[in-house]
Structure formats: structure tokens, C-alpha cells
């Protein structure tokens, strides 16, 4: 794919969204990591529901922590693997006391430095809550880009590193969101909706669907 087109698709995404945000309910970068190290393998929709009864009672550190890994399981039962994630996001808020002034960290070393924090949920961090261009590839974003050929890689990293490399700088601050939702709900998984898919002329996907 040329970088022609790729301006294009990302003209088209923006045009059609402007402003483009994850679905995950926040209202602090404390609130947005842990909402997304809640994600892993849950949706965002089971992820707010749990949140919203959390952050009203702990949205803080502090909160949290008091909490202890027994009570915060308590409000999240509901998401898959909430036994480990609570462990770590106990673990996480303790860190953040005695190692960051109950800051979440605004670089990749610190965040990757923490209990169920990877590289994606770093990035996510990063990218929504730092404004700092960063690419979090997941099942969504790797699928749009070896689909489309607008990043094809075997890996995600690779696939990350491609979209950092490609994506047109006036885009790369979005671009992360933008295929997620194009992902959800256009570029699905099994049935891809091509016929009602704003990009499916520059898009290099060679069985495309009718719809």
C-alpha cells in the first residue's frame, strides 16, 4: 500500500469521526489504567459496568489499595480473570503510593514497571491520557492492518512499529482509535461489513464482502 492511500484512509476515518476516544468509561489517568488493565480479555462494556459501581466508592490509589485484593474482587467478579487482575491492580496502587506520589508515570519504563501493565496497555495509557503518539495493537488494530494492508506483520510489534512508521504524522494521535472502531464495528472478525465499509475501495483485502 502506498502512502497515498494511506493518507486517504485516514482523511475518510477522521472525516467521519473527528474526534475519536476509547469506549472505556474515565474520568482520570489513574481511572483509565485500570480500567484497562481490567480489559485484558473482558469488553469494555462488561469493564464499565464493573467501574461504575467501583469509582464511586475508590478512584484513587489510596482508594483502591484500602480495598485490599478481596474487597476490590468484590467489584469485579463480573470480569473475566478478576482474581489476578485484582492482585495486580493492588499491587499497581501500591506502587503508585510509595513510588510515584499516587501519579500514574507518563513514560513507558514506569508504566511497563507495573503489575499487568504491558506494552499495549502502556500505549493505551500513553496515547489517551498523554496525548503522546502511541500505537496499542490489539486483536482490532492487527487485524485491520494485515486486512486492509495498511501495516501487514506477523507480530504485533511488528505491526506496531509499521503503523508508527506509516501512519501520516497529522494522524498518528488518533489513528490507534480509529481502527480499533473500524475494527469493532466495520472490519469484524468473520463477517467484514465491505459493502458499507467507507475505505473498502483503497482497502487491499482480497475477499471482500457483500453487504
Given at each position: ?7 486517504e ?20 489517568p489513574?481511572e ?25 466508592v ?15 474482587s ?42 499487568g501493565v504491558?506494552r ?15 500505537m496499542?495493537?490489539d ?30 504524522r ?9 481502527l ?16 458499507s465499509?467507507?475505505?473498502?475501495d483503497?482497502?487491499?483485502f ?6
Open positions: 500500500m502506498n502512502k497515498d492511500k494511506r493518507y484512509i485516514f482523511r475518510r476515518l477522521r472525516e467521519d469521526n473527528p474526534a475519536p476516544t476509547t469506549e472505556l468509561a474515565y474520568s482520570s489513574f483509565l489504567l485500570i480500567a484497562v488493565i481490567l480489559s485484558a480479555q473482558a469488553t469494555d462494556v462488561g469493564v464499565n459496568k464493573a467501574t461504575a459501581k467501583l469509582y464511586p475508590a478512584n484513587t490509589p489510596e482508594a483502591i489499595y484500602a480495598l485490599g485484593v478481596d474487597g476490590l468484590e467489584y469485579i467478579k463480573t470480569i473475566g480473570l478478576f482474581n489476578s487482575k485484582a492482585k495486580n491492580v493492588i499491587a499497581t496502587c501500591r506502587i503508585l503510593i510509595e513510588q510515584h506520589n499516587s501519579q500514574v508515570p507518563d513514560n513507558r519504563e514506569a508504566l511497563e514497571a507495573l503489575p504491558g499495549k496497555t502502556a500505549n493505551v495509557v500513553l496515547n489517551t491520557a498523554f496525548g503522546q503518539p502511541a496499542a495493537v486483536t482490532h488494530i492487527f487485524r485491520v492492518s494485515n486486512r486492509t494492508g495498511i501495516a501487514p506483520g506477523k507480530t504485533v510489534l511488528e505491526v506496531e512499529k509499521k503503523l508508527m512508521r506509516h501512519v501520516p497529522e494522524f498518528l494521535l488518533d489513528a490507534h482509535h480509529w480499533i472502531l473500524h475494527g469493532r464495528y466495520v472490519c469484524k472478525a468473520r463477517t467484514p461489513q465491505c459493502g465499509c467507507r475505505i473498502e483503497l482497502c487491499d482480497k475477499h471482500k464482502t457483500i453487504d
